[in-house]
């Protein structure tokens, strides 16, 4: 049965958020216009769909009423048990946008790959790596936009890192935190032994300014000329930038564009999901051990899937589900992983919440 007041509720917040956001205080208020944009698409859906199930129940209503007219009776007959199926699966999908969700799931996400343990190999992986999720970005309708990059001497990357905008990225992509590692045949190896590499993935929320504030004395800024193979064909002025954020220590390079300006945004960018996620770790961290099983505690050090070129096999050790179809899943056919990783994720949720 669902629960039609909180679904009013809901409604009525949405309208209320969209008057707001056309009053002349807010429009001249960045921060304020930010957060409410943001809960005005976390709610769109639900209450697009809650319409739409309310169409349909009013159709159903009339056509059940419509059965006493002989003249209309053989045409409702008809219509009545196709909208019966269409209310059920409208039923089914508010259900399921009611569930307890991560304030951080309708969010855009900082992707980061870094080549762990293998060498040349390891560094090609993450390479494979981010190829695959661009692949899944691609289908999805996602924008993948690298923010910076540190290419290996023989091609591959000691580390990438994007940002991934579209519809509900995070949620998608938050499963994918941790140690990959794969077992393959790399081209240098001349009598056919299989290797084993790894590649290290973080996912971070991206954190707009209402959400991480840092203060200018808190940076230290440095700005250098572009490194690593490839530097040369990146630029050739000091437009390359280091931001350091004393307090915490954490370090951001970014190099890829010619524009120091652009580089320094993007570097912030980068430092305030890192500012973000160290923030909600730690406040994980406080919680009870189910709590933070639960959420996630952000750590990368679990190996969570492995990529076996020579079986075509492809195991998710934290769900222990295998596919045998690694050449479509480095294609970027991730639907299958992804939904059996957000249900199980959701199944926690709910026995957490469970009275």
């Not at 946008?97 to 190999?121: C, F, H, K, M, S």
């Not at 692949?135 to 001497?153: F, I, N, P, Q």
């Not at 524009?259 to 305030?272: C, F």
């Not at 505690?297 to 998710?316: A, F, L």
């Amino acid at each position: 049965m669902l629960p039609i007041g909180k679904l009013d509720s809901l409604r009525a917040r949405y309208r209320e958020v969209e008057e707001m956001l056309c009053q002349p205080d807010v429009l001249g208020d960045s921060k304020r216009m930010t957060a409410l944009n943001r809960e005005r698409s976390e709610l769109f859906e639900v209450v697009s769909v809650y319409g739409e199930y309310e169409q349909v129940g009013a159709q159903l209503a009339d056509d059940r009423e419509a059965l006493a007219d002989p003249e209309l009776r053989e045409l409702v007959e008809a219509e009545i048990p196709e909208l019966e199926a269409k209310s059920r699966e409208l039923e089914t999908k508010l259900e399921e946008l009611l569930r307890p969700t991560d304030p951080n799931d309708a969010r855009n996400t900082v992707l980061e790959i870094r080549a762990g343990t293998g060498g040349e190999e390891a560094a090609l992986f993450a390479a494979d790596l981010f190829r695959m999720y661009q692949r899944y970005a691609d289908k999805v309708g996602w924008r993948v936009e690298v923010l910076s990059t540190s290419e290996a001497a023989a091609g591959g990357f000691k580390e990438i890192v994007a940002l991934v905008t579209g519809s509900k990225v995070y949620s998608r992509l938050r499963f994918e935190g941790g140690v990959h590692r794969v077992q393959r045949v790399p081209a240098t190896e001349s009598q056919g032994r299989i290797h084993t590499s790894t590649a290290t993935v973080a996912v971070l929320p991206e954190a707009d300014e209402v959400d991480v504030e840092i203060d200018e004395g808190d940076i230290e800024f440095q700005a250098t000329g572009a490194g690593g193979p490839g530097g040369q064909h990146v630029n050739t002025t000091n437009s390359a930038v280091i931001i350091k954020h004393v307090p915490s220590g954490i370090m951001v390079r970014c190099q890829d564009e010619r524009s120091q300006h652009k580089n320094r945004a993007r570097a912030m960018a980068i430092l305030r999901a890192k500012l973000l996620e160290r923030e909600q770790s730690a406040a994980a961290a406080s919680e009870a051990a189910e709590r933070r099983g639960m959420v996630g505690t952000g750590e990368r050090s679990e190996k969570i899937r492995t990529y076996n070129y020579p079986q075509n096999r492809v195991t998710d050790h934290r769900l222990g589900l295998t596919l045998h179809k690694l050449d479509q899943v480095v294609e970027g056919d991730l639907d299958e992983i992804f939904t059996a990783l957000r249900a199980d994720f959701q199944a926690t949720l709910l026995e957490h919440h469970a009275p």
